[in-house]
Structures are given as C-alpha cells and as structure tokens.
C-alpha cells in the first residue's frame, strides 16, 4: 500500500515538471521572439538613421560611443565597430573634446536639448563649419541613459554668408560712391534746370516779341503790296503803248512780286494763328469735309482734268474742323502745285487702329525727291523742283503744326509707282 501511494506521488510529480517545462518552453519561445523583434526594430532604426545624409551618434552617460549612422562614420573616418565603447577624447583633439565633454555633463545636470557651432576637421583633412545638437534619451523608466546628437554641416552656407556680406558691402560702397554722384549729377542738374528755365523765359519773351514783330511786320507789309500791285496794273492798263514791251514786262514782274509778297504776309498769318489759336475739338463729318474741298478745287480739277477720289464710311472724327480743312486743303494744293503736267489723280485714303484715324493724300505726280523727304516740313522750304512754282514755303509747316497739336505725325515718301504719298494721324481720344 505505501508503495502504491509512492507511484501516484511520483506520477503526480512528473506532470507537475512536465507542465513546468511545457510552460518554460512557451516563456522561452516568448522571449525569443521579442528578443527578434527587438533585433528587427534595431536593424531598422540602424538603417533609418544610416539614410539621414547628417552625422548621427548616441553615447552613455560616461561618454563612451553606443552607435552611429554611416554619415558620422565618414566624418570620423572609422567604421562602427571601431567608434562604439570610445570617448571622444579617443577620437578628437584634446581641446575639442574637452569642450564636447564640458557640453555633454552640462546637458546631463540639465536634461534637454543643446545646440552650438563650432569647426571640425574632416579625414581628407579640411576644416568645416558645423552646428551640432545634442539631447537627452532615458529608458523605460525615465532614467537619463545617454545623449545622441546630429551634426549638420554648414560649410557650404557659412561660404554663401561670406560671400553674400562681401557683395553685400561692395553694394553698399557701389550705393555709397552712387549716391554721391547722384547727388553731384543732381546738383548739376539741379543748376541745368535753372540754367535751361532761364533760357526758356528769355525764348518766351524773344518769341513774344518776335511774334509781335511778325504780327506788326505782315500788317505793314500787306498794305504797301496791295498799293504796288494795285498801281502797277494801273501803270500797265492805262500806260502799256508808252511804257512799251519792256516796261510792260516790269509792271507784270511787280504785280507778281506784289501778289507773292501779299501771299507770304497770309501764310505768316495763318501760321501764327494755328500756333497760337486753341483747337476746338469736336466730333466732325470728314465726308463732307472732302465734299467741300472738292468744290474748292474743282475748277481747277477740271481745267486740268484730274481725278479726286475721296473715302466713305468714316466714322466721326474728334478735331477742329477749321485746322483739318486747312490740313487737307493745304496737301491738295501742293499735289496741284507741285505733281507735275503728269498728274491726273489724287487720291484720299482713310484706315484706323486702336489709337489714331490715318490719313493719306496719294497722287501720280512727278513724285518727291528723296533727298526732300525729311525737309519739306520746315519752315520756308520748298522742294528743290519748284523754284518756277508759286508758294511761301509755310503751307506743308502748317500742316505739321496742326497734325501735332492733334497728338498725330506726319510724314513724306515717294509712291511705289511713282507720285507722292503724305501719310499722317490723328489721336482718337482728344
């Protein structure tokens, strides 16, 4: 009977033992498998920091190395297993390393994070700018365990700093050395101004003179013209078969030469009075402005057979009536004057843009001469063909002056078969 509770005792016992080592197998099949997730989550965590281009680095609370990334590796040119269990006195001069354990005890009394610039020399031997941060790690419970820190490498931005500074101070003496000649230039100026304002007063009162005097000149001269021609056709009429051929040639000459003179005092006039007299700007009909040009001239179209061909279908212009008609009248008479024995059209043209309303007076003359082209606008100057062609000289200068105060241009050029061709513009918005 002892015996028999004996077995069952033993029996007993073993299932315990079994059950024990069952449950040790299974604490065991635990832990190795946390033991390979630990590892895992290191392998990972080794290569996430070995892919941050900056230098890594962790270190126990006596300053010896626990690991690095591959950056750090390169930048103290040993490998890992070489770096980890070292200080930094194993691995930096003994000034630098002396300020890094100063840092790192500084940080351990004062848990936190800590950052400051200083200067490295890399393994190929060159010096570079560098900012590193430091902070605390602890473990599980809290406790401080070490510290890891990041460097970056400011070398390159230190450079740019340098560089930015030194163009930024050569900017500065160039605004320096620019500003006082601005101001010099300013100054000079400054006194060419009132140079050029006294220039201009002293021209405003010549002009207000010389206008008066032009004023007082063509009064004078028109009444004595008018008596000449008036006395010379008397002295031709009443005394032709006295004075014979000869003197009747001179009585024509001065009543040509008085007519001329009569003609110039007008042009005088007409031009004084387009300078001086204010536009009056309103919305006009320019067909009927070509209608009553046409009955101007007609006789003399007709006498000498030649065709005028005007536009249609132009909308309002906005100018003064007064000056365009002279305009117009003043290009038709130099085309009659000046196209020739050739000439047997003169034709109106009309296009428009955005901003102006442009004209052309085209005819199939004898044509300018080049060289006439850019001159013909002045005061005074006919074209070199015309010296046995009546005129002043002031008609196309009027032109150019009206076309002007009406914000526009005018301007010459020989026809591409020949003839003439005046192109000028009107602004729309007067």
Same mark, same amino acid.
């Given at each position: 009977?002892?015996?028999?509770?004996?077995?069952?005792?033993?029996?007993?016992?073993?299932?315990?033992?079994?059950?024990?080592?069952?449950?040790?197998?299974?604490?065991?099949?635990?832990?190795?498998?946390?033991?390979?997730?630990?590892?895992?989550?290191?392998?990972?965590?080794?290569?996430?920091?070995? !892919?941050?281009?900056?230098?890594?680095?962790?270190?126990?609370?006596?300053?010896?190395?626990?690991?690095?990334?591959?950056?750090?590796?390169?930048?103290?040119?040993?490998?890992?297993?070489?770096?980890?269990?070292?200080?930094?006195?194993?691995?930096?001069?003994?000034?630098?390393?002396?300020?890094?354990?100063?840092?790192?005890?500084?940080?351990?009394?004062?848990?936190?994070?800590?950052?400051?610039?200083?200067?490295?020399?890399?393994?190929?031997?060159?010096?570079?700018?560098?900012?590193?941060?430091?902070?605390?790690?602890?473990?599980?419970?809290?406790?401080?365990?070490?510290?890891?820190?990041?460097?970056?490498?400011?070398?390159?931005?230190?450079?740019?700093?340098?560089?930015?500074?030194?163009?930024?101070?050569?900017?500065?003496?160039?605004?320096?050395?620019?500003?006082?000649?601005?101001?010099?230039?300013?100054?000079?100026?400054?006194?060419?101004?009132?140079?050029?304002?006294?220039?201009?007063?002293?021209?405003?009162?010549?002009?207000?003179?010389?206008?008066?005097?032009?004023?007082?000149?063509?009064?004078?001269?028109?009444?004595?013209?008018?008596?000449?021609?008036?006395?010379?056709?008397?002295?031709?009429?009443?005394?032709?078969?006295?004075?014979?051929?000869?003197?009747?040639?001179?009585?024509?000459?001065?009543?040509?030469?008085?007519?001329?003179?009569?003609?110039?005092?007008?042009?005088?006039?007409?031009?004084?009075?387009?300078?001086?007299?204010?536009?009056?700007?309103?919305?006009?009909?320019?067909?009927?402005? %070509?209608?009553?040009?046409?009955?101007?001239?007609?006789?003399?179209?007709?006498?000498?057979?030649?065709?005028?061909?005007?536009?249609?279908?132009?909308?309002?212009?906005?100018?003064?009536?007064?000056?365009?008609?002279?305009? %117009?009248?003043?290009?038709?008479?130099?085309?009659?004057?000046?196209?020739?024995?050739?000439?047997?059209?003169?034709?109106?043209?009309?296009?428009?843009?955005?901003? %102006?309303?442009?004209? !052309?007076?085209?005819?199939? &003359?004898?044509?300018?001469?080049?060289?006439?082209?850019?001159?013909?606008?002045?005061?005074?100057?006919?074209?070199?063909?015309?010296?046995?062609?009546?005129?002043? &000289?002031? &008609?196309?200068?009027?032109?150019?002056?009206?076309?002007?105060?009406?914000?526009?241009?005018?301007?010459?050029?020989? &026809?591409?078969?020949?003839?003439?061709?005046?192109?000028?513009?009107?602004?729309?918005?007067?």
């Amino acid at each position: 009977m002892p015996n028999k509770n004996r077995e069952v005792e033993l029996e007993a016992e073993i299932k315990a033992l079994r059950a024990r080592v069952s449950e040790l197998e299974s604490v065991a099949e635990i832990r190795r498998e946390a033991e390979k997730t630990v590892r895992d989550q290191l392998q990972f965590l080794q290569i996430l920091i070995d !892919t941050i281009p900056n230098p890594i680095f962790f270190k126990d609370k006596d300053g010896k190395y626990l690991g690095c990334n591959k950056a750090f590796e390169r930048r103290v040119g040993l490998t890992m297993g070489e770096i980890i269990g070292k200080s930094a006195f194993d691995l930096y001069p003994k000034e630098l390393a002396t300020r890094y354990e100063q840092h790192d005890s500084e940080l351990f009394k004062r848990p936190g994070e800590k950052t400051y610039e200083t200067r490295l020399t890399y393994p190929d031997g060159q010096d570079h700018d560098v900012i590193i941060t430091k902070g605390i790690f602890t473990d599980s419970e809290g406790n401080v365990s070490g510290l890891v820190g990041v460097t970056l490498d400011i070398t390159e931005r230190k450079r740019g700093e340098k560089a930015l500074q030194k163009a930024h101070d050569e900017l500065e003496s160039r605004v320096q050395r620019r500003t006082a000649a601005l101001a010099e230039a300013n100054s000079k100026l400054e006194k060419e101004v009132a140079e050029r304002s006294r220039i201009a007063e002293e021209l405003r009162i010549s002009a207000e003179k010389l206008k008066i005097f032009a004023y007082s000149v063509a009064h004078d001269l028109k009444s004595p013209s008018v008596g000449i021609y008036g006395l010379a056709r008397l002295l031709h009429n009443n005394f032709a078969a006295i004075l014979g051929a000869k003197g009747a040639g001179f009585c024509d000459n001065i009543m040509k030469a008085s007519e001329h003179v009569a003609s110039l005092v007008d042009s005088i006039n007409q031009f004084i009075s387009t300078k001086e007299t204010p536009l009056k700007i309103e919305p006009i009909d320019m067909e009927e402005v %070509f209608r009553m040009l046409r009955d101007e001239f007609s006789s003399r179209l007709t006498v000498r057979q030649i065709c005028l061909f005007e536009p249609t279908g132009i909308p309002l212009v906005r100018a003064d009536k007064i000056a365009i008609l002279r305009v %117009f009248r003043n290009l038709i008479d130099n085309a009659l004057k000046y196209g020739g024995d050739c000439l047997t059209t003169i034709e109106l043209g009309y296009e428009q843009s955005d901003d %102006f309303h442009h004209f !052309t007076i085209r005819d199939d &003359g004898v044509g300018i001469q080049a060289k006439d082209g850019s001159e013909i606008f002045n005061l005074f100057q006919r074209q070199n063909a015309s010296d046995e062609i009546e005129g002043t &000289g002031l &008609g196309l200068a009027i032109v150019k002056e009206v076309v002007e105060l009406h914000r526009g241009e005018v301007c010459v050029e020989r &026809g591409a078969e020949g003839g003439t061709v005046f192109h000028l513009s009107i602004k729309k918005d007067l």
